[in-house]
Nanobody, 128 residues
Framework: QVQLVESGGGSVQAGGSLRLSCAAS????????LGWFRQAPGKEREGVAG???????GYADSVKDRFTISRDNAKNTLYLQMNSLKPEDTAMYFC??????????????????????WGQGTQVTVSS
């Protein structure tokens, strides 16, 4: 079992920045993959960024060069630094954890099916 608790969401104007954090606890074998996903009202949940234990990174094209994912394995904490925020980034952001994949599908770091445990989410609202 893994417990995930997100923090750091809020409201910001376009062009601003926010830093999300996700505190993880529990089975470390199930934290091989850590990722950030988001879901806007009426839309499907989409992968934003993911990172493996050994630092392999994956980003959605829409956030590349604006968002940076990182993890502190000693603190069991995942981060998402979000810069140059846009109104279209408005969504509920979720932290997720998953075990080492048995099959490495294309863009596995951004697939919801790669993850088993999910946090409750933190709201990010970007106004124009």
């Amino acid at each position: 079992q893994v417990q995930l608790v997100e923090s750091g969401g809020g409201s910001v104007q376009a062009g601003g920045s926010l830093r999300l954090s996700c505190a993880a606890s529990g089975d470390t074998n199930s934290q091989y993959l850590l990722g950030w996903f988001r879901q806007a009202p009426g839309k499907e949940r989409e992968g934003v960024a993911g990172i493996s234990t050994f630092g392999t990174l994956g980003y959605a094209d829409s956030v590349k060069d604006r968002f940076t994912i990182s993890r502190d394995n000693a603190k069991n904490t995942l981060y998402l630094q979000m810069n140059s925020l846009k109104p279209e980034d408005t969504a509920m952001y979720f932290c997720a954890a998953g075990p080492r994949p048995t099959i490495y599908y294309l863009r596995y770091l951004l697939r919801t099916s790669s993850y088993v445990y999910w946090g409750q989410g933190t709201q990010v609202t970007v106004s124009s």
